[in-house]
Protein backbone atom coordinates (compact mmCIF):
# COMPACT_ATOMS: atom_id res chain seq x y z
CA UNK A 1 0.00 0.00 0.00
CA UNK A 2 2.94 2.35 0.42
CA UNK A 3 4.27 1.81 -3.00
CA UNK A 4 0.93 3.12 -4.33
CA UNK A 5 0.49 6.16 -1.94
CA UNK A 6 4.48 7.64 -3.14
CA UNK A 7 3.71 8.36 -7.06
CA UNK A 8 0.54 9.92 -6.07
CA UNK A 9 2.15 12.22 -3.39
CA UNK A 10 4.87 13.19 -5.82
CA UNK A 11 2.57 14.01 -8.16
CA UNK A 12 0.46 15.84 -5.93
CA UNK A 13 3.98 17.36 -5.10
CA UNK A 14 4.63 18.34 -8.55
CA UNK A 15 1.56 19.95 -8.99
CA UNK A 16 1.54 22.37 -5.89
CA UNK A 17 4.93 23.22 -7.35
CA UNK A 18 3.67 24.65 -10.52
CA UNK A 19 0.53 26.56 -8.75
CA UNK A 20 3.46 28.52 -6.79
CA UNK A 21 5.56 29.16 -9.69
CA UNK A 22 2.48 30.30 -11.21
CA UNK A 23 1.93 32.38 -8.42
CA UNK A 24 5.26 33.55 -7.80
CA UNK A 25 4.43 35.31 -11.64
CA UNK A 26 2.00 37.29 -13.00
CA UNK A 27 -0.09 35.43 -15.41
CA UNK A 28 -1.65 36.85 -18.96
CA UNK A 29 -4.35 36.07 -17.07
CA UNK A 30 -4.21 38.16 -14.51
CA UNK A 31 -2.90 41.31 -16.16
CA UNK A 32 -5.82 40.71 -18.44
CA UNK A 33 -8.32 40.77 -15.35
CA UNK A 34 -6.63 43.85 -14.03
CA UNK A 35 -6.77 45.61 -17.51
CA UNK A 36 -10.28 44.51 -17.33
CA UNK A 37 -10.54 46.02 -14.09
CA UNK A 38 -8.97 49.16 -14.44
CA UNK A 39 -11.30 49.88 -17.90
CA UNK A 40 -14.55 49.11 -15.88
CA UNK A 41 -13.48 51.60 -13.52
CA UNK A 42 -12.90 54.61 -15.66
CA UNK A 43 -16.25 53.70 -17.56
CA UNK A 44 -17.57 54.02 -14.29
CA UNK A 45 -16.14 57.08 -13.46
CA UNK A 46 -17.15 58.69 -17.29
CA UNK A 47 -21.03 57.62 -16.49
CA UNK A 48 -20.82 59.18 -12.65
CA UNK A 49 -19.44 61.88 -14.31
CA UNK A 50 -22.29 62.50 -16.88
CA UNK A 51 -25.34 61.49 -14.21
CA UNK A 52 -23.75 64.36 -12.07
CA UNK A 53 -23.84 66.81 -15.06
CA UNK A 54 -27.66 65.81 -16.10
CA UNK A 55 -28.50 66.43 -12.66
CA UNK A 56 -27.13 70.02 -12.54
CA UNK A 57 -28.31 70.65 -16.16
CA UNK A 58 -31.56 69.75 -14.37
CA UNK A 59 -30.88 71.66 -11.28
CA UNK A 60 -30.06 75.19 -13.51
CA UNK A 61 -33.02 74.82 -15.37
CA UNK A 62 -35.37 74.62 -12.03
CA UNK A 63 -33.47 77.64 -10.92
CA UNK A 64 -34.08 79.19 -14.11
CA UNK A 65 -37.73 79.11 -14.22
CA UNK A 66 -37.39 79.92 -10.62
CA UNK A 67 -35.28 83.28 -11.19
CA UNK A 68 -38.50 84.09 -14.41
CA UNK A 69 -41.31 83.40 -11.77
CA UNK A 70 -39.28 85.94 -9.22
CA UNK A 71 -38.76 88.52 -11.60
CA UNK A 72 -42.12 88.61 -12.44
CA UNK A 73 -43.57 89.16 -9.11
CA UNK A 74 -40.82 91.76 -8.52
CA UNK A 75 -42.59 93.39 -11.57
CA UNK A 76 -45.90 92.97 -10.25
CA UNK A 77 -44.87 94.24 -6.55
CA UNK A 78 -43.57 97.39 -8.54
CA UNK A 79 -46.88 97.82 -9.93
CA UNK A 80 -48.34 97.55 -7.06
CA UNK A 81 -46.18 99.69 -5.08
CA UNK A 82 -46.65 102.34 -7.45
CA UNK A 83 -50.38 102.08 -7.45
CA UNK A 84 -50.75 102.36 -3.49
CA UNK A 85 -48.47 105.60 -3.13
CA UNK A 86 -50.42 107.43 -5.73
CA UNK A 87 -50.93 110.69 -3.78
CA UNK A 88 -54.54 111.01 -4.56
CA UNK A 89 -55.06 107.98 -3.18
CA UNK A 90 -53.20 109.39 0.09
CA UNK A 91 -54.96 112.28 0.54
CA UNK A 92 -58.33 110.57 0.21
CA UNK A 93 -57.41 107.71 2.65
CA UNK A 94 -55.88 111.07 5.17
CA UNK A 95 -58.81 113.23 4.94
CA UNK A 96 -61.39 110.32 4.91
CA UNK A 97 -60.20 107.45 7.15
CA UNK A 98 -57.75 109.42 9.30
CA UNK A 99 -59.53 112.80 9.27
CA UNK A 100 -56.34 114.45 8.89
CA UNK A 101 -56.86 118.39 7.49
CA UNK A 102 -54.87 120.61 5.49
CA UNK A 103 -52.46 122.82 7.55
CA UNK A 104 -53.24 126.56 7.40
CA UNK A 105 -50.75 128.35 5.07
CA UNK A 106 -50.01 131.33 7.27
CA UNK A 107 -46.68 133.15 6.86
CA UNK A 108 -44.74 133.12 9.95
CA UNK A 109 -42.02 135.51 10.13
CA UNK A 110 -38.59 134.74 11.69
CA UNK A 111 -36.73 137.03 13.70
CA UNK A 112 -33.16 137.46 13.20
CA UNK A 113 -31.22 136.30 16.42
CA UNK A 114 -28.17 136.40 14.92
CA UNK A 115 -25.77 139.31 13.59
CA UNK A 116 -23.76 139.83 10.95
CA UNK A 117 -20.85 139.99 12.73
CA UNK A 118 -21.27 137.02 14.28
CA UNK A 119 -20.49 135.47 10.54
CA UNK A 120 -17.11 137.28 9.81
CA UNK A 121 -13.86 136.04 10.16
CA UNK A 122 -11.53 137.22 12.33
CA UNK A 123 -8.69 138.20 10.92
CA UNK A 124 -5.08 138.15 12.46
Same mark, same amino acid.
Given at each position: ?19 N ?5 ? %?? %???? !??? !???? #? ?10 V #?????? /? ?14 ? !?? /????? #?? %? ?32 ? %?????? /??
Open positions: MRGKNKPVRRKLYDTFEVVEGLQRP %SV %SLIS !ILL !ILLV #AIVLLGFVWQK #AIVKLV /TEIDQLEKERQKLEEN !IG /TLNSQ #AL %SLSDEDRLVKIGVNDLHMIYPKTEVIEQENIYQD %SDFKRL /TP
